[in-house]
């Protein structure tokens, strides 16, 4: 850590005030720095940009990030924005006061089982929440793991995994090692984010408890071999429910049984049988026959999609709120109002992810509140911008999307 | 019922038709007037004859009287009790009756399953499921591989074809509705009531 800014004059990045070092890794620095606009203060993470290696999920990470812009969960550090210069990216995020859970443990050795307990509970309930926004950390470990000046755990860094890129990364870590790795990041899997977090949250459960590394070799060669093989051994004083939690989670062959979910059971969206998907049918609408205003009851659209219903959500979520609309999600519903509320009735829409058939997923989206016109536009501008999301079959009847879309 | 008094309606119900119709429904006098405004309207939208053909129903249901779909033929074919191609007056009130919010279930879960029984065999085969998931993919733009339509198709006569005899007949679907009522929410209209 270094002291001020020094003699050097003041630096200003956009509409921040740059201040004094307080941190300081290979790829990295971290600046205190002053909203001038708000007078807050911020952290920010300065990288060179020949630090960021060409990537080959830049499109997730990018995607990550602007979901990660919008997250605000009490143990997850809030990711301001993103500026970059010609040679330099800036990162700016919330200002954490309290120091690193590391340090903590580096100074009074283990936890407490109560302690622990505690700090492991809102590490998994960051990495939960997260993880239902469709990110993913990737690179957990207690250097990221920040505390406010309450004593609360704050995750650091969510989303930016490419910063410094995956493999720089594996050497960065304090002991040079990637002792926090999992075994399938190692073998260079195309990788599951959400696994690998788990494997993580189990090595700092350990560390936490332990106050050493569960994986520690100065050899990388035989660390690898370890970690592939979950090869380690407990303290002979461990809470015995940590253990088994730990074993569970560090399985190097999670394929085998599914217990990556340890967390993460709450039930998928609602499956459709073949008559809830036949009622849907305008045919069976009577209604219709009585209620013969212009802009008639329900206006309906649907739309597939064959990723996971939370990646659905979350990106139904992030462009609706991209759009100045407010979300509200409930289960696997999302209602969606719109901004101006001045208007006697101002545009609400609702959502919902259906599973049709295994993996396959149908969204609804129904209007409720608001005009004709105003929910076709926004109908059509919405899913647009959902294209990456949307299953298109190759269109053998050469309806273009949009004429689908402004059906009605 | 009265079928050999509806050719009478071409203007309007006499007064004692009316009261027949009322007195054979669930409707009041006053509803069965009341849908005979709306009956008007919409017999009288292009052929102006005082029947309801089938593009006339097409108009009324989706503001377009070209519109084809299947499950608007099959309500049409129902309430075209005659079964000589238009709906007539008294067609339309019986027919109705059906929708009323007032109506028992079983009269409902009846009707509903007339409807999806599309060749009239006295149960729904496996082929007229398929034939109407097609159809509401199609109307709705979705293209599903006929795998996924496959699955779907058999995993809902997994939970509502109990003997596992290829068919639904009208026991197993009085008690797959009971299981899932939402499947019948279409037909109660609040309208009527």
Redesign the interface.
């Known amino acids: 850590m270094v002291g001020g800014g020094g003699g050097g004059a003041l630096r200003r990045v956009g509409k921040y005030e740059v201040g004094r070092t307080i941190g300081e890794g290979t790829f990295a620095k971290v600046k205190f720095a002053q909203n001038t606009e708000t007078g807050e203060s911020v952290a920010m993470k300065v990288l060179d940009r020949s630090s960021i290696l060409k990537h080959k999920m830049v499109d997730q990470i990018k995607r990550e990030i602007s979901i990660m812009k919008l997250v605000r969960h009490p143990n997850v550090v809030r990711l301001h924005e993103v500026l970059a210069s010609r040679k330099k990216i800036f990162i700016i995020l919330e200002f954490i006061t309290g120091g690193e859970l590391f340090d903590k443990i580096i100074r009074h050795g283990r936890l407490s089982e109560a302690d622990a307990r505690k700090y492991f509970q809102q590490l998994i309930d960051g990495v939960d929440f997260c993880h239902s926004k469709g990110v993913y950390h990737r690179d957990l470990k207690p250097e990221n793991l920040l505390l406010d000046s309450q004593g609360n755990l704050k995750i650091s860094d969510f989303g930016l995994s490419a910063w410094p890129a995956q493999g720089a990364a594996l050497l960065r870590t304090t002991c040079g090692t990637p002792n926090y790795v999992a075994p399938e990041v190692l073998s260079h899997k195309g990788y599951d984010g959400a696994l690998a977090d788990t494997w993580s949250c189990g090595v700092i459960l350990y560390v936490l408890l332990a106050g050493y590394l569960p994986f520690d070799e100065v050899d990388l060669t035989t660390l690898y071999g370890k970690i592939e093989t979950a090869e380690y051994s407990f303290p002979a004083v461990f809470p015995s429910g940590a253990k088994s939690l730990i074993r569970r989670i560090l399985d190097p062959s999670p394929d085998t049984e599914d217990n990556e979910h340890t967390f993460d059971d709450e039930a998928g969206p609602l499956t459709l049988?073949?008559?809830?998907?036949?009622?849907?049918?305008?045919?069976?609408?009577?209604?219709?026959?009585?209620?013969?205003r212009q802009d008639?009851g329900k206006l309906q659209n649907?739309?597939?999609s064959r990723k996971p219903a939370n990646v659905i959500l979350s990106s139904m979520e992030v462009v609706a709120q991209s759009m100045g609309f407010k979300t509200h999600i409930r289960n696997y519903k999302m209602r969606v109002e719109g901004p101006n509320a001045n208007k006697t009735s101002h545009l609400t829409i609702m959502l919902q992810i259906f599973e049709?058939?295994?993996s396959?997923f149908?969204v609804e989206l129904e209007r409720s509140a608001g005009d004709t016109s105003d929910y076709n536009k926004f109908v059509n501008n919405y899913c647009s911008k959902l294209d990456d999301i949307t299953w298109?079959?190759s269109?053998?009847?050469g309806?273009s999307r949009t004429s689908?879309l402004s059906?009605? | 019922m009265g079928c050999a008094s509806s050719k009478q309606f071409k203007r309007a119900p006499r007064h004692g038709d009316a009261a027949l119709l009322a007195k054979e429904t669930t409707f009041s006098l006053d509803e069965v007037k009341a849908l005979y405004e709306l009956f008007e309207k919409i017999s009288y939208s292009i052929f102006k004859d005082g029947l309801i053909h089938k593009e006339e129903f097409q108009l009324a249901l989706f503001r377009n009287s070209n519109r084809k779909n299947l499950f608007a033929d099959r309500i049409f074919d129902l309430f075209d009790m005659k079964r000589n191609g238009v709906i007539e007056f008294d067609e339309f009130v019986r027919s109705l009756q059906f929708f009323h919010p007032d109506t028992p279930m079983a009269d409902k879960i009846a009707f509903a399953f007339r409807l999806y029984d599309l060749r009239g065999t006295g149960s729904i085969e496996r082929e007229e499921l398929k034939e109407m998931v097609l159809a509401i993919l199609n109307e709705s733009d979705l293209l599903l591989s006929d795998d996924a339509v496959e699955q779907m198709v058999d995993q809902t006569f997994k939970e509502a074809d109990l003997n596992g005899d290829g068919r639904i007949d009208p026991d197993e679907w009085k008690a797959f509705t009971s299981m899932n009522p939402a499947l019948l929410k279409y037909m109660t209209l609040p309208y009527l009531k």
């Open positions: 049988n073949a008559f809830d998907l036949i009622i849907l049918s305008q045919g069976l609408n009577l209604s219709a026959l009585f209620d013969r008639y649907r739309f597939l049709v058939a295994p396959i149908m298109k079959v269109a053998e009847k309806k689908r059906k009605r």
